[in-house]
């Protein structure tokens, strides 16, 4: 079995081409030989039993035999002719050398035990085809022995043939099977080398589709596939690029600000407030260096990381980040109104999501302005009053990396809708943004649950996990 399919594919097509040919053709010809050969004896037998009766029933049988004329005066020149009676004594026609051996069947039917005989015997000279038949004399049986050689002879040309042309369809067999894997195996040779160069040079081309086969359905999912991997390569390119950039800006302001630190040390120092000012802004650069680093991670992972799924209150969670983002934006007043909604999911992940929420409307707030937040039927509603989401923005809201040109002189890197779209969606959930009736900004988060507690279904946990 190992050495079978360390053969290639077109060899195996050929062979078990060759074999199911050889087999078929082998039992056509073993079937036509053997129907031939039936038929040959039972014409031969058939021949035989009427030439006998009928010779039998002739008057001058026994004059012509006691004079020992030759059988072709009897019409039977391709036979052998003699008699046997009741005692086992048996006269031949013509040569002695022409006598054939006789046995019990032959006598049984001298004595009258049997109607007539018909076998194949074996002689010194050759096999015959032996029928014996009662004749008008009491006693004595007719025998007619024909010899079996021009028969067999056409048998054995019959088989010559047969087996010339089962050998001819068996060779014309191996070269169609041949023929056939090599050109039905032509698109899988293309596509085998597709891939060769695709892993040789890393050009992720697509290759032409021919036809609608079965061939041509694997070549449209290897292009289906190299298109994904394309999609997911110029992503991760994108991801470093844009990373690159939104790291070089607070890094570039931390160094400066370290920088004026050390030359104003070297110079006397700064003053105290100046000092606490630019350590303030050292700070403000790091925690913004450290958010960024965390989104980066978390939106470059392939796979979430295996959590613990719970049944969890979203109004609970909302609460908690309300009470974060309220520390932090103590000028702005939170209108909650939440009602219970029990989803499945991990906490620490849905309660960053409605934070980044959160902190999106807390940064285009205007000062002592409100912040709506509503849940209700399992539809979480975050709004402000700032001036809205320009039509233009809307589709690109939760992108990577975007920021509308109002945003752009604003702290963030543009990572925290993303984050909030890749959370709300591995909980099955959907976000959309939208303009609030105050003409600010609004985000609406559905999550499937229920209003009352229960255990996570089987289905959500392996979504999750």
């Given amino acids: ?8 594919l077109a060899s195996r097509v050929t062979l078990l081409a060759t074999i199911a040919v050889g087999l078929a053709v082998a039992f056509v010809a073993a079937a036509a030989f053997i129907t031939v050969r039936v038929q040959m004896y039972d014409t031969l037998d058939e021949s035989l039993l009427t030439r006998a009766s009928a010779a039998a029933e002739s008057e001058a049988l026994s004059v012509l035999t006691a004079q020992n004329v030759p059988s072709w005066t009897l019409g039977a020149a391709d036979v052998r002719i003699g008699f046997i009676d009741a005692s086992g004594d048996i006269r031949t026609v013509g040569r002695a050398r022409d006598s054939v051996d006789l046995g019990t069947p032959e006598l049984a039917v001298a004595r009258g035990q049997a109607r007539y005989s018909l ?19 009491a006693g004595v049986a007719l025998v007619l022995a024909q010899s079996l050689e021009s028969t067999e002879r056409t048998l054995e ?8 042309f089962g050998v001819a369809g068996v060779v014309g067999a ?13 698109p899988v040779r293309r596509l085998t080398t597709a891939a060769e160069d695709i892993a040789r040079t890393e050009q992720l081309d697509p290759i032409e589709v021919e036809g609608n086969d079965e061939i041509a359905r694997l070549a449209s999912a290897f292009n289906a596939m190299l298109a994904a991997l394309s999609a997911s390569r110029d992503r991760q390119r994108q991801l470093v690029a844009d990373a690159g950039h939104e790291l070089r800006t607070p890094l570039t302001s931390l160094r400066t600000n370290l920088d004026l630190l050390v030359q104003a040390d070297k110079r006397g120092g700064l003053s105290e407030r100046s000092r606490n000012e630019l350590l303030e802004d050292v700070r403000f650069q790091i925690e913004e260096l450290t958010t960024l680093i965390g989104d980066l991670v978390e939106l470059a992972r392939d796979e979430p990381l295996p959590v613990a799924v719970e049944a969890v209150d979203l109004a609970e969670i909302a ?6 983002v309220r520390r932090r934006a103590p000028s702005l007043d939170f209108q909650v109104h ?13 309660e960053r999501a409605l934070t980044n929420l959160l902190d999106n409307a807390a940064k285009w707030s205007p000062p002592l302005g409100v912040v709506t937040v509503t849940l209700d039927q399992g539809t979480l509603m975050v709004a402000d009053q700032g001036h809205g989401i320009a039509e233009e923005d809307l589709p690109h809201v939760f992108d990577r990396f975007y920021r509308s040109k109002e945003s752009r002189t604003m702290p963030g890197s543009g990572l925290g809708l993303a984050i909030v779209r890749q959370i709300v969606e591995r909980h099955g ?11 600010g900004a609004a985000f609406w988060v559905e999550i ?4 009352d507690q229960r255990e996570p279904a089987a289905d959500e946990v392996s979504r999750l996990s």
């Fill in 1 to 8: 079995m190992g050495l079978h399919y360390r053969r290639s």
């Fill in 119 to 137: 076998r194949t015997i074996a002689s010194e000279d050759g096999r015959y085809r032996v029928v014996a038949v009662p004749t008008q004399e």
């Fill in 157 to 164: 040309k019959l088989g010559i043939v047969l087996l010339i």
């Fill in 174 to 186: 191996a070269l169609a099977g041949w023929a056939v894997a090599r050109n039905g195996l032509r």
């Fill in 319 to 324: 609460d908690r980040a309300v009470a974060r």
């Fill in 338 to 350: 939440t009602n219970p909604w029990w989803v499945t999911g991990e906490p620490h992940a849905l």
């Fill in 429 to 439: 959930g959907s976000v959309r943004a939208g303009r609030w009736d105050d003409g």
């Fill in 448 to 451: 499937p649950g229920a209003a």
